[in-house]
């Protein structure tokens, strides 16, 4: 449903010769295509899109990760990885044709705030490592909701964000802060915000 939303919003303006709803999928359709630039998932089911970038190897074809994510950890691993460029899907149709051609013609594009998080890294003053090793505790599906709780969402809102029920988003809450070793949502929006997550 997301991947058609994409494609409607590109429209005309940009040729779309594959689409991939897996790592396995994605490495298959650009072996096969070779395209010049991929809008990479961030958070792709069976590895990711760094798994994607890694498993390809060096290639001609430039990366831009598309992701609801805007954690700093998500941000920088995925440049690390190889992409060229990070947005996040809160961006507008005529924004991503206008990333995507900025891309292929060799330049990096990034949100502002997401910017900030990529020369903050290189300035050492995130701790990535520490980061990744708290969050490397979490499945994929409990740092959404770790991340929209700590924003201050309600549990109705997590669970209408991410097409999860209500009952869901407390089986998650709740392991969030068992693994992170923290009693309330107060703590836990400062543990991310500590960490530059939110």
Request: net charge negative; no cysteine; hydrophobic share 45%.
């Amino acid at each position: 449903m997301f991947r058609a939303g994409v494609r409607a919003e590109l429209g005309t303006d940009v040729d779309v010769v594959a689409e991939a709803e897996d790592v396995d999928t994605a490495i298959a359709a650009i072996s096969a295509h070779r395209p010049e630039v991929v809008l990479l998932d961030v958070h792709l089911p069976g590895g990711g899109g760094v798994e994607v970038m890694r498993r390809l190897g060096p290639t001609d074809t430039k990366f831009l990760a598309l992701s609801v994510s805007d954690a700093a950890e998500d941000v920088i691993g995925t440049i690390r990885g190889g992409a060229r460029g990070y947005v996040t899907k809160t961006i507008t149709g005529p924004e991503l044709v206008d990333a995507i051609r900025r891309v292929a013609d060799g330049d990096a594009v990034f949100s502002p705030r997401l910017a900030g998080f990529v020369l903050d890294a290189f300035a050492g003053s995130i701790e990535v490592a520490a980061v990744d090793e708290d969050l490397d505790r979490l499945t994929e599906r409990e740092r959404e909701v770790m991340r929209l709780i700590a924003r201050g969402y309600a549990y109705k809102e997590v669970a209408k964000e991410l097409f999860i029920s209500i009952k869901t988003v407390e089986t998650h809450m709740s392991s969030v802060l068992r693994k992170l070793q923290l009693s309330s949502r107060h703590e836990l929006t400062r543990w991310a915000s500590d960490r530059r997550l939110l």
